[in-house]
T-cell receptor
């Protein structure tokens, strides 16, 4: 009965480096979402997967951000050439179906700090 | 595009007092509305949601919210605050429909609730 898990819980990196953030959704959940939460703000949508494919990546801020879900389960959010403005908590959520009324279950997040 | 406004970034109430957290939304189509709670270093937890049907929605931990279309509001209430209610609360909206953009949640900026002894 595990929930959504995210690793690492904290990541500190230097400006210009590459980082990968991992999300393990609830088993059997077909939809997976990434959000970014900056200090003092609500989460902002980044990307949504239905199965293996990115159904909506309209929230990705620029081409330094990329996400994959190759087997329709675990997802990795990849950030190239990190900038200080990328510092935030990155949240992952999953839902059983992609229906718009379907509840999204959130993980604890990865806190990314770019020095 | 949809948006959410939460009035009051910080709300303080005394233990046992009424909790009222305000949320207004804008949406061009009928929305689905959600309230989430976030405890420190934990993920967001769903308190309650409105999709269709009864406009007064009851959630966990004694919270409820009423969807008022004419006021475009979805305020969260609890009759009697408990110390354990201290947390950050987020209102969120999803638009209904089949488009891919109907899947994403749009959040307000959050309200930090403090419960005073």
């Amino acid at each position: 009965g595990a929930g959504v898990s995210q690793t690492p819980s904290n990541k500190v990196t230097e400006k210009g480096k590459y980082v990968e953030l991992r999300c393990d959704p609830i088993s059997g959940h077909t939809a997976l979402y990434w959000y970014r939460q900056s200090l003092g703000q609500g989460p902002e949508f980044l990307i949504y997967f239905q199965g293996t494919g990115a159904a909506d990546d309209s929230g990705l801020p620029n081409d330094r951000f990329f996400a994959v879900r190759p087997e329709g389960s675990v997802s990795t959010l990849k950030i190239q050439r990190t900038e200080r403005g990328d510092s935030a908590v990155y949240l992952c959520a999953s839902s059983q179906t992609s229906g718009s009324s379907s509840e999204q279950f959130f993980g604890p997040g990865t806190r990314l700090t770019v020095l | 595009a949809q948006s959410v406004t939460q009035l009051g970034s910080h709300v303080s109430v005394s233990e046992g007092a009424l909790v009222l957290l305000r949320c207004n939304y804008s949406s061009s189509v009928p929305p689905y509305l959600f309230w989430y709670v976030q405890y420190p270093n934990q993920g967001l937890q769903l308190l309650l949601k409105y999709t269709t049907g009864a406009t007064l929605v009851k959630g966990i931990n004694g919270f409820e919210a009423e969807f008022k279309k004419s006021e475009t509001s979805f305020h969260l209430t609890k009759p009697s605050a408990h110390m354990s209610d201290a947390a950050e609360y987020f209102c969120a909206v999803k638009v209904g429909g089949a488009s891919c953009s109907a899947r994403q949640l749009t959040f307000g900026s959050g309200t930090q609730l403090t419960v005073l002894p």
